[in-house]
């Protein structure tokens, strides 16, 4: 797998979302991503592609939108990618996860000099950070970033240490709604904060050194 400048990346669609379908925004969704990506591009999807509590529904949800959707799908599970491989493989989805651990899935890739950790989480545990904070409490965002008693910390501090061994320079990840900005070194691609359609690597990384010169 490679990755480079032209591929695009978001997270987080949770496509098939019933309020999502209900208030239109699902559509919308949709429809900027195949605006946006030819049928010949590359997303590198950090997860959270679909989501649903029945495994029955998620599995048609996949099947749905995987055949919607323009682009090579490369797929990093995040805490509601639940379903079996077998069934991403059927739509052309395929997932893709560098470091063995199935609860740390992340891949690597260097563009522009720059080496980057791609992974549904970030490596910072936010939810600690932010629940300590007293300049930045919790409740300020309206939204509870980590599930109730972040069953997620474990692989979360290993993600960190993935990236502090390696040397990588950022972090590009998904899984926070919110736009929040507590460190330089980590880029939030869901769609809340990309304009709700995937973005080129390029484009990214461009506006990220723009920042870093002012």
Known sequence: MIITKETFVISDTHFGDLNSIANGFD???VDNWNKTVSKTDTVLHLGDFTSDDSADALEEKIRKYGKLLNG???????????????VY???GIELVNEFKNPWSCAVSGTVKDIKILFS???????YSILSNSKNMPLKDYGYNVYPDKNPFKFPIE?????FIKNKFDINIHG?????????????????DNIG???????????????HDKE
């Open 196 to 210: 709700y359609a995937p973005v080129r690597l390029e484009e990214i990384l461009s506006l990220k050194t723009h």
């Open 175 to 191: 899984h926070i709604h919110n736009k929040i900005k507590l460190f330089d070194n980590l880029i939030n691609v869901s769609p």
């Open 89 to 91: 493989k059927t739509t």
């Open 158 to 162: 290993q993600l960190e240490e993935i």
């Open 120 to 126: 549904h989480y970030p490596i910072k545990d936010l």
């Open 72 to 86: 090579r799908i490369l797929l990093i599970r995040g805490n509601h990618d639940t379903a079996p491989a077998g």
């Open 27 to 29: 559509k919308y969704l």
